[in-house]
């Protein structure tokens, strides 16, 4: 399990824990994300501004 | 109930809001906002350009959306025109509304060269989605495909703006007065990577001068530099800062210095005014140094605290160094500026490792407090974060 930073505002996506109030179930990895996916803090969308490995 | 009123619908605004939310279901919260008050976010417009995005597209939630969201009543269109602490009203162009709690978030305005010429009054800048839109328009009238584009200043929104149009096929001249792209923020060793990368992209600086006039010449404008060049452009943006807004808080009598000063909780010197975002000047360190931070990292720091001290637990904003990522794909850079008052006394340390180039910046006391890393990734950079606050 992989762990990404937006690199806008810092906000950390760990694959392990997923996005649960976005619908994003635990152990999503980071592919499977959808592509309209949006950072939840402040708006990047995952298409535009690839969140980074960590 | 009297509402928090929150002045604004940008990063700021919408950020507090939410975190409000989050602690508090039941709390009022009206915003108030000149323009439509559709979310999006702001760091894309620098680098969406090369995506063919049009402005609609980077607006992901309409204010309508917005308010049932965050169960909020937002005001569109509505300009506030002045603020009166004493008895705690926001007068706007739709009236005026009682507060309990007051926050200012209403950004920063581009700062307007004093240029001469008959067309100094065409030239663009981009701090705001309709900025965009009408920049994006002017850049390709009947879908031409490529413009001559001048861009004055080659700070971070410059140099992104460059990158992102150069990627796209236009010609890009970049102009700034300093003898190095990014001067302010970054190592030499740094802006002079950034400088060659972006030369190879086909972006023609000109460094060292500035723009004196623009003038309506064959259609287009006519940019005349101070070193006596002259250029041919389609599009002139310009892109050398943002100044905070003061006429709300000036009108109020609120301290201001280059921005709303507020402490360590969020506060203006008024009592229960609070301003956020690119308006505000923060404490940034235990000796009362102040600084504005236009980011989006300090702005979400400082939005939780605030949050949480409106719903009734006192919080300090506890602002973290959090490193400045440059959005040049030909040259990524991630940097934590060392602080203004120690660059005169510190030096620059420069490291380079096969293609990546690390700058580590010591101040007077051999405390490493900034630093600069190009290509930049990840794990280099949370080294470096590491180690900031460390001696040698
Ligand atoms: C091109 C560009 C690229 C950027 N890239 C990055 C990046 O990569 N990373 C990063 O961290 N930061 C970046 N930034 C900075 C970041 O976007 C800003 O710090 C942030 O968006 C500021 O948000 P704000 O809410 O304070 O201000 P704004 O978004 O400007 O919002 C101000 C709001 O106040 C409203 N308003 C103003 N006056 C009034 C009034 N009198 N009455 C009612 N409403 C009013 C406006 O209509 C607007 O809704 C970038 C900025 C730009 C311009």
New binding site residues.
């Given amino acids: 399990m992989k762990t990404y930073q937006c690199i806008?505002c810092g906000l950390i996506y760990d694959e392990a824990t997923g996005w649960p109030a976005d619908g994003i179930a635990a152990g999503t990895k980071w592919e499977d994300v959808p592509a309209d996916w949006e950072c939840p803090d402040c708006g990047v969308a995952k298409a535009d501004f690839e969140m980074v490995e960590i | 109930m009297k509402p928090i009123i929150i002045?604004?619908?940008?990063?700021?605004?919408y950020s507090l809001a939410r975190e409000v939310r989050k602690l508090d279901k039941a709390a009022a919260l009206l915003i108030?906002?000149?323009?439509d008050g559709g979310f999006y976010s702001?760091?894309m417009?620098?680098n969406a350009f090369a995506q063919k995005k049009l402005a609609a597209q980077l607006i992901s939630q309409s204010a309508v959306q917005m308010a049932e969201q965050i169960g909020a009543h937002i005001m569109t269109k509505?300009?506030?025109k002045h603020i009166d602490t004493n008895n705690k009203v926001v007068d706007t162009s739709s009236g005026a509304f009682d507060y309990a709690q007051l926050v200012i978030?209403?950004?920063?305005q581009a700062i307007r060269l004093g240029l001469a010429g008959d067309a100094s009054d065409h030239v663009l800048s981009?701090?705001?989605i309709d900025d965009y839109a009408t920049f994006r328009d002017k850049l390709l009238p009947d879908q031409k495909a490529s413009a001559r584009v001048t861009i004055l200043g080659a700070g971070l929104?410059g140099c992104?703006f460059a990158d992102d149009l150069a990627a796209h096929g236009h010609h890009v001249t970049l102009i700034d007065p300093n003898v190095l792209p990014l001067a302010a923020l970054a190592a030499p060793a740094l802006s002079q990577g950034l400088q060659a990368a972006l030369s190879a992209r086909g972006i023609d600086l000109r460094l060292g001068t500035t723009a004196t006039s623009v003038d309506h010449a064959d259609g287009a404008f006519k940019v005349t530099l101070a070193n006596g060049d002259v250029l041919a452009a389609d599009v002139v943006l310009s892109a050398v800062g943002l100044r905070p807004?003061l006429a709300?808080a000036q009108s109020a009598q609120l301290a201001t210095g280059r921005g709303i000063i507020v402490d360590s909780h969020g506060r203006t010197s008024a009592a229960d005014v609070y301003a956020l975002?690119?308006?505000a000047e923060y404490r940034i360190d235990n000796e009362g140094r102040t600084s504005p931070l236009?980011?989006?990292?300090p702005?979400l720091t400082a939005a939780r605290a605030i949050a949480k001290t409106l719903t009734g637990e006192d919080t300090e904003i506890d602002l973290k160094h959090s490193p400045?990522?440059v959005?040049t794909p030909s040259y990524p850079l991630a940097l934590v500026p060392p602080p203004q008052h120690a660059i005169a006394t510190g030096r620059w340390e420069t490291e380079v490792d096969g293609d990546r180039t690390v700058c580590r910046f010591f101040d007077a006391q051999g405390v490493m407090v900034g630093f600069g890393v190009a290509p930049q990734e990840a794990k280099i950079r949370q080294a470096l974060m590491a180690a900031l606050g460390t001696t040698v």
């Avoid at chain 2, 108030?32 to 323009?35: E, M, P, Q, V």
């Avoid at chain 2, 236009?294 to 990292?297: F, G, H, R, S, V």
Wanted: proline share 5%.
């Fill in positions: 806008v | 002045i604004g619908a940008g990063m700021a605004a108030i906002t000149a323009d702001k760091p417009l620098s509505t300009r506030v978030a209403v950004g920063a981009v701090n705001h929104i992104e807004d709300l975002g690119d308006c236009p980011y989006i990292a702005i400045v990522i959005k």
